[in-house]
């Protein structure tokens, strides 16, 4: 979900992402006059209110612009930590200047179609620009009847992924999501955006693994857990050859599907062209129930559930939103 997304992009994030899920959910109103709007509550609305009334092509070739002029120029400390991270990870993209500059243009696009696609993204699932890569895969461990953790990686435009599931397992999702942002046009569209899209929210605190085992214990539960979040100001996942944390969520994962018996499953979104995405599904992964794990059971598992978005996101590192953050 769109509130969990890292950080690195404030001026983007404050221009465009606070317009995510403004589309009238049933019961919510759009947001209206508030005393005493400051400027850029005015500018929030202004700017949603023109996003959301272009076609969803036209907004996305917009925040790709954005990316570049918002995001990319303004955030030279991000630029070159993306950059140093695509000459370690991916040197074939760093042989030469112009295909470094290339994977840099295509990553920062991204970023900025990502947040200007918040706007319509309630189009973009009506006009069926996401497909699935495997829906069959997909249908048949959501109809499993046992738990199901939805892994994900920040990749394409992940939100697409949300909408997916609600529709093919309405009721039963429940995702970890970021508190609501403190300017009120901003905590308006949140609940919005939360509320068209038919999910349960589990705001990150101290008990939201509490909250969101018991939500995998409910009949038919299903969590959706970001692979990639960010530990200590660095992305947790893929490894990359790195000690892998006890504390990061793919090691949480792996402990509530034990403990519950849930299935894995790791998906990741990836853009097509334009505003076209096609969510892949991944091999599910399948534990034995067990309430404790020894420590090198526990980590084992970890590794495997790493080894799958390993492959993928180098693949599509240019679209990866972890790139911004992450650290060798």
């Not at 970890?176 to 899209?197: F, T």
């Not at 794990?293 to 526990?298: G, I, K, M």
């Not at 492959?311 to 060798?328: K, T």
């Amino acid at each position: 979900p769109g509130a969990c997304l890292p950080a690195g992009c404030d001026r983007i994030r404050e221009s465009v992402l606070v317009f995510a899920g403004m589309a009238a959910a049933p019961h919510l109103a759009e947001p209206g006059p508030i005393s005493g709007m400051s400027l850029a509550e005015l500018r929030d609305i202004g700017l949603y209110r023109t996003m959301r009334s272009l076609p969803v092509p036209l907004v996305s070739r917009i925040g790709a612009s954005l990316g570049q002029i918002l995001g990319r120029r303004t955030h030279p400390e991000a630029a070159a930590r993306a950059a140093a991270t695509i000459r370690g990870l991916r040197p074939d993209l760093a042989r030469d200047p112009r295909t470094l500059e290339a994977a840099q243009t295509r990553l920062w696009a991204n970023v900025g179609r990502v947040y200007a696609e918040f706007c319509v993204l309630d189009k973009i699932v009506r006009e069926r620009r996401a497909s699935i890569g495997d829906p069959e895969t997909l249908d048949a461990v959501l109809a499993d009847g046992r738990p199901v953790i939805v892994a994900f990686a920040h990749l394409g435009n992940w939100e697409t992924i949300t909408s997916q599931i609600v529709d093919r397992a309405p009721g039963r999702l429940a995702a970890l999501a970021n508190p609501v942002p403190r300017n009120r046009v901003q905590a308006h569209i949140a609940a919005l955006q939360r509320g068209r899209q038919g999910f349960t929210v589990m705001t990150i605190d101290g008990n939201v693994w509490r909250r969101a085992m018991r939500h995998l214990e409910q009949p038919g539960g299903i969590l959706m857990v970001a692979a990639d979040e960010q530990v200590e100001g660095r992305v947790s996942a893929p490894s990359f050859g790195r000690a892998l944390d006890s504390r990061v969520n793919l090691a949480k994962i792996v402990r509530m599907a034990a403990r519950t018996g849930a299935i894995i499953l790791p998906l990741y979104s990836e853009r097509l062209s334009g505003a076209r995405f096609a969510t892949q599904v991944l091999p599910p992964l399948e534990f034995a129930r067990k309430l404790k794990l020894s420590p090198e059971e526990h980590l084992q598992r970890v590794a495997r559930l790493d080894a799958l978005f390993g492959p993928v996101v180098l693949r599509l590192i240019d679209q990866w939103f972890g790139l911004i953050e992450y650290r060798l």
